[in-house]
Nanobody, 115 residues
Framework: QVQLVESGGGLVQPGGSLRLSCAVS????????IGWYRQAPGKQRELVAS???????DLADAVKGRFTISRDNARNAVDLQMNSLKPEDTAVYYC?????????WGQGTQVTVSA
């Protein structure tokens, strides 16, 4: 059974940092790309960052220079390091992978950036 479990969310002040982690089980983790998405209230879910099986990363323009994505095949996990957080980064953050044309999502973790 494929499972993705996010952790690391919370409340942080503007300019602060958080590190999210996505723990993956039930698949050969190193064989699949992983994406981090976010959904703010009243907005559509959007792709924030992705990483291929080779470690090639891609970041949305809104987070370039502030966020980094990395994967640890030994831990079966993908991390999202978020620095210089802004109030507009407030959202529920989800990780996702696609297996044979089916999307698998975690339950999400709330990130709130507020003074």
């Amino acid at each position: 059974q494929v499972q993705l479990v996010e952790s690391g969310g919370g409340l942080v002040q503007p300019g602060g940092s958080l590190r999210l982690s996505c723990a993956v089980s039930g698949i050969s983790f190193s064989h699949y790309p992983i994406g981090w998405y976010r959904q703010a209230p009243g907005k559509q879910r959007e792709l924030v960052a992705s990483i291929t099986i080779y470690g090639v990363t891609d970041l949305a323009d809104a987070v370039k220079g502030r966020f980094t994505i990395s994967r640890d095949n030994a831990r079966n996990a993908v991390d999202l390091q978020m620095n210089s957080l802004k109030p507009e980064d407030t959202a529920v953050y989800y990780c996702m992978t696609n297996i044979r044309f089916a999307d698998y999502w975690g339950q999400g973790t709330q990130v709130t950036v507020s003074a």
